[in-house]
């Protein structure tokens, strides 16, 4: 049985694939289009309620420039086109729900999620980076949870033409004030500093938007009926009453492997020992991306991908004996379906060779 689970029902479901993933980001969604390419089935389990994990919860807008083969990606459009990649080979995604056990099952592992979902897999790859993130909240704004309020940004257009609150400092609350401020009717900064932690060309862009920018003050209360209304900002001994349908508070998450490191890992200042297959030091269970370590290892988005294409060829191997450890040219092996195809540039890309 591959039984697609939608991240919202949180009934208990069960799933058998070949391999589980733990974590969505980019090395997680790129091992299951690596799986299906090795015909293995998949399942990708995540607390977040969406794919793409610190990339859709830190800098969804945010442009990356060291993603091979592409010299500037969004950070969601980069997910969006793993999802697609993927597409073809009927993954199973668990989002909104934790991996919060792992249980031998014969020859294989049970991966428990924290709504009862179980999922069991021939193996097991653990791409959950840095670990899960919580967001830090503002205490008056956690009854309007999912109803106004939000802790990141996946879909600008989500907040188009409202009145939106983007409360914090950081990177995060710059950049998503100043990609908000062209959707939205009106956008305001509450920082409860006078000065930013974000990138100070960052900040210097803030303060040229259309952007409120209100420092040395707080976010002191929440109001509305069905969901988010207005919210009370207090600045020194000044109150303000602003319109709001949205509060976007980006306030940094906090993160750790959480109950992965219950699970018998060899752990290595807090992150999961592999050899260079990935593998970890339980059978078939392996573990890719910032969440494990190695010697040399460098923390990259890029590095990741070819650690998750190493951690499921050798799995297929273990999977099934007698299996080819390199795959087929993927240029011999297309999948069924329509796929996005890359268009080639239209104007010639000009290479200087040195005489």
């Known amino acids: 049985m591959n039984a697609a689970v939608a991240g919202g029902d949180h009934s208990p479901r069960e ?16 091992g299951a289009y690596y799986a299906g390419f090795r015909g293995l089935s998949a399942a990708v389990i995540d607390g977040l309620d969406e794919p793409g994990g610190q990339v ?39 989002f909104g729900r934790t991996a919060v056990s ?28 840095i670990g899960r993130f919580v967001p830090r909240k503002l205490p008056c704004s956690v009854a309007y949870e ?10 600008l257009e989500a907040h188009a033409g409202r009145d939106v609150v983007v409360v914090g400092g950081g990177d995060s609350a710059v950049d998503w004030a100043l990609a908000l401020a062209p959707v939205a009717r009106s956008v305001t900064l509450v920082h409860r500093r006078g000065a930013f932690r974000a990138h100070e060309y960052s900040v210097r862009q803030l303060y040229d938007a259309p ?36 509060l976007v508070a980006a306030l940094g998450f906090s993160a750790g492997l959480g109950p992965v490191a219950e699970w018998g890992l060899e752990l290595e ?41 190493t951690a499921v060829n050798h799995a297929a ?21 329509d796929l996005p195809i890359t268009a080639v540039p239209t104007r010639p890309v000009s290479v200087e060779v040195p005489a």
């Open 146 to 155: 999912g109803r106004g309020v939000a802790y990141h940004v996946p879909r």
């Open 102 to 129: 792992l249980t031998r099952r014969g020859g294989g592992w049970t991966l428990g999620a924290d709504d009862g979902t179980q999922v069991h897999a021939g193996a097991v790859v653990i791409a959950a980076g």
């Open 317 to 337: 191997v273990s999977l099934r004996p007698g299996t080819r450890l390199a795959p087929e040219h993927s240029s011999d092996t297309r999948p069924e379906g």
């Open 211 to 246: 952007v409120r920018v209100l420092t040395d003050a707080q976010v002191v209360a929440c109001h509305g009926t069905d969901r988010l209304e207005q919210v009370e900002i207090r600045a020194g001994e000044d109150s303000l009453l602003l319109p709001a349908q949205s």
């Open 269 to 309: 200042h807090r992150k999961i020992r592999v050899d260079q297959a990935m593998r970890t030091n339980l059978p078939h269970v392996y573990a890719v991306g910032d969440g494990c370590t190695y010697p040399g290892r460098v923390p990259l988005i890029s590095v990741g991908f070819g650690e998750a294409g």
């Open 56 to 94: 859709a919860a830190m800098y969804p807008e945010k442009l990356l420039y060291d993603v091979a083969a592409h010299p500037a990606v969004k950070g969601r459009h980069l997910i969006d086109n793993l999802l697609r990649q993927a597409a073809p080979f009927d993954t199973t995604h668990l």
């Open 15 to 30: 799933a058998t694939v070949d391999i589980a993933i733990v974590g969505a980001g980019p090395a997680g969604l790129y």
